[in-house]
């Protein structure tokens, strides 16, 4: 069974990790400067794969962000939605979820 401390300190490491690969893909979409057509063509599909790349990561850096936040506040561990407690293995499966298994979407 993993602790808190150490649901935590992973946490801060994919965080760490979303921040880097955001900051690479941001650095990615910003260097295009092709005139060709057909790399205009191959650099927009690539765009909009890092776009949702992009968009994906800032969803799960926003989970792990609420769910450090509510460690912070002493509400880890238990659902916001219906107050029961998580169980810790699906804890240890989604550290950052904020639904018990029955309020899960």
Avoid at 83 to 105: V, W
Wanted: net charge negative.
């Amino acid at each position: 069974m993993t602790t808190n401390a150490e649901r935590k300190s992973m946490l801060e490491g994919r965080l760490a990790t979303l921040r880097t690969r955001l900051q690479g893909i941001e650095h990615e979409l910003s260097s295009h400067q092709s005139k060709d057509w057909e790399d205009m063509a191959i650099e927009q599909e690539t765009d909009e794969v890092l776009e949702g790349m992009g968009h994906s990561g800032l969803q799960e850096m926003r989970q792990i962000e609420s769910a450090l936040q509510r460690m912070a506040d002493g509400d880890y561990g238990y659902c916001t939605k219906c107050g029961a407690e998580i169980a810790n293995e699906r804890l240890d499966a989604l550290p950052h979820t904020p639904f018990c298994r029955n309020c899960a979407p």
